[in-house]
C-alpha cells in the first residue's frame, strides 16, 4: 500500500499573506538590486525598503550636503568652533592679566620711588651747632705737659684719709709716701694723671663700674719727666696690695681701707 501523500493546506494569495503580515523578511545582503547599506539598527521594515528610487538618493544627498557647514560636519564644525573659542578666551585673559601685572608693577615702583622721595624730603632740620671758633677767644687752650713735676705735696696729704664719694657710695685710701706696690699681675690698668686725687677716684670709678671692689689701691708717681717715657703712665691701678718697695721719686701709694657692699 502506497504511503499517504502529504496534503498541503489552501494555497493563499501573496496579498492575503501580506495583509496578514506573516511574511518574513529576509535576511539583509547588500547587492547589485541595493544601492544603500543598511546599519544593524536600521533593518527594513519591508520589501519596499530593499529597492531605494534615484529620487529618494538624490534628495538624501542634498540632506547630507545641508548637513554640512562650510564643507564640514556638523559635530566636526561646533567641535572645532568651541575650541576657537576656549583658545581666544585664554589669550584675551592672558592679556588682561599680564597687562594688570604690569600695571601693578609699575604702580608698586611708582609708591617706591615716592617713599624713597619722601623719607630724603621729610629730613628734620639740622641742628644748629654753636660756633667753636667764635668762643675760643674766651676759652684759652690747654696744653697737656709730657714733662716735669706735678704739684703734689704727699706729706700734706697723707696726713689725712682720702675719701672719694661717688653718688652714694664712698670709698676711703690711706697713703703711703715714696712706696710702690711691686708684684707679678699686680697692675690693673695704667694712665696718666695730673692730680694724685684724679688717681685715687679712677680706681674708686673702676670699683663701682664693675660693682666689686677689684681695685685695692693706686701708685701715683708725680715726675713725669722720669715715669711717661718709661712706663707710659704715671697711675696704676692695683689689683692687690703685696709688700711695699720704697720709691725714691716723688710717690706714693693709696690704699683701699673702706668699701661699700655691693
Not at 231 to 240: F, R, S, V
Request: charged share 15%; glycine share 8%; proline share 6%.
Amino acid at each position: 500500500m502506497d504511503a499517504p501523500e502529504a496534503v498541503s493546506g489552501p494555497v493563499k494569495s501573496l496579498s492575503h499573506i501580506w495583509r496578514r503580515g506573516i511574511i518574513q523578511t529576509p535576511p539583509f545582503s547588500p547587492g547589485a538590486f541595493s544601492p544603500r547599506v543598511f546599519s544593524p539598527r536600521r533593518r527594513p521594515a519591508n520589501l519596499d525598503d530593499f529597492y531605494v528610487s534615484e529620487k529618494r538618493a538624490e534628495f538624501e544627498g542634498e540632506m547630507d550636503k545641508e548637513a554640512r557647514i562650510w564643507g564640514f560636519r556638523r559635530s566636526t564644525f561646533f567641535l572645532s568652533l568651541s575650541l576657537a573659542i576656549v583658545i581666544l578666551i585664554s589669550i584675551i585673559g592672558g592679556g588682561v592679566g599680564g597687562t594688570v601685572a604690569v600695571a601693578n608693577a609699575k604702580r608698586g615702583a611708582a609708591c617706591e620711588v615716592q617713599m624713597a622721595t619722601t623719607t630724603i624730603t621729610s629730613t628734620a632740620a639740622p641742628t644748629e651747632v654753636p660756633n667753636l671758633r667764635g668762643t675760643a677767644t674766651a676759652l684759652a687752650a690747654i696744653s697737656v705737659p709730657t714733662s716735669g713735676l706735678v704739684d703734689f705735696d704727699c706729706g700734706m696729704v697723707a696726713n689725712n684719709r682720702q675719701v672719694v664719694t661717688l653718688g652714694t657710695k664712698s670709698w676711703g685710701f690711706d697713703v703711703q709716701c715714696m712706696m710702690d706696690y711691686i708684684g707679678p699681675g699686680v697692675d690693673i690698668t695704667g694712665m696718666t694723671a695730673y692730680r694724685f686725687e684724679d688717681c685715687v677716684k679712677a680706681c674708686a670709678i673702676y670699683n663701682k663700674i664693675a660693682r666689686n671692689n677689684t681695685c685695692l689701691g693706686v701708685h701715683f708717681n708725680a715726675n713725669l719727666t722720669a715715669i711717661l717715657p718709661r712706663l707710659h703712665g704715671n697711675c696704676w691701678l692695683k689689683a692687690y696690695l703685696p709688700q711695699m718697695t720704697a720709691e725714691l721719686n716723688l710717690a706714693a701709694v693709696a690704699a683701699l681701707v673702706t668699701s661699700p657692699q655691693f
